[in-house]
């Protein structure tokens, strides 16, 4: 079975360019999330995605950050304009659901590495 | 915001026990995981408890629960070089969907 798939590995931008993030999460897991790793920290959950629908974006600082799952299958994570701040991992993962009461495992990609110059 | 806990670094000898400790916010919370992250790669999960549970044995993992103390641990038996890599706890609260909060990691260190 083939894990999550993230796209670039790697990403140099400036500060105020755009920047954006593909997922292609595990066939068939309808809960996808993105989670910001902040070196030396542990992953923070930005938006979780219910097939294409919108379950908790609460800690997604949506001034300048985005996020899509339209078909309920592949997502995109955007940041407009980038912040120094913004220096990160940034993971996705996916879990075939988030039933409440199932141990539920997430399954991550192996991140995207942002580095905001 | 809420804080889970970790102890920032921890060396061992190989062959040695490790014990790497969690404390987490919230008793409420259903299950607690152990994930681990090697460099570059993304988490894997190791073991996970129910929170009814005060312990759980998976081969050369042990986890123990003490939910009066809030306190977690992960003990790895026989450690060897190959579990060098940072170790995260995570509690999950069922009344956020299945939202994780994950603490800062410890990175264990393996010597031969």
């Known amino acids: 079975e083939a894990g999550v798939a993230q796209s670039p590995r790697y990403k140099i931008i400036e500060k105020r360019q755009s920047v954006a993030f593909w997922c292609n999460p595990i066939?068939?897991?309808?809960?996808l999330y993105w989670y910001q790793q902040i070196l030396g920290q542990g992953p923070k959950l930005l938006i979780q995605?219910?097939?294409?629908?919108?379950?908790?974006d609460s800690q997604l600082p949506k001034d300048r950050f985005s996020a899509e799952r339209l078909k309920g299958v592949d997502s995109t994570l955007k940041i407009q304009p980038a912040k120094l701040e913004d220096s990160a991992v940034y993971l996705c993962a996916s879990s075939s659901t988030s039933r409440s009461g199932s141990y539920n495992e997430q399954f991550f990609g192996p991140g995207t590495r942002l580095t905001v110059l | 915001g809420e804080d889970v806990e970790q102890s920032l670094f921890l060396s061992v000898r190989e062959g040695d026990s490790s014990v790497i400790n969690c404390t987490y916010t919230d008793s409420s919370s259903t299950y607690l995981y152990w994930y681990k992250q090697e460099p570059g790669a993304g988490l894997q999960l190791l073991t996970y408890?129910?929170?009814?549970?005060d312990m759980k044995q998976d081969q050369r993992l042990t986890v123990l629960l003490n939910k009066k103390d809030k306190h977690l641990s992960l003990r790895i038996a026989d450690t060897q070089t190959g579990d060098s890599a940072i170790y995260f706890c995570a509690e999950r609260w069922d009344s956020a969907g299945n939202m994780l909060t994950f603490g800062g990691g410890t990175r264990l260190m393996v010597k031969p």
């Open positions: 995605f219910q097939n294409n629908g919108v379950v908790d």
């Open positions: 066939s068939g897991h309808a809960t």
């Open positions: 408890i129910f929170s009814n549970m």
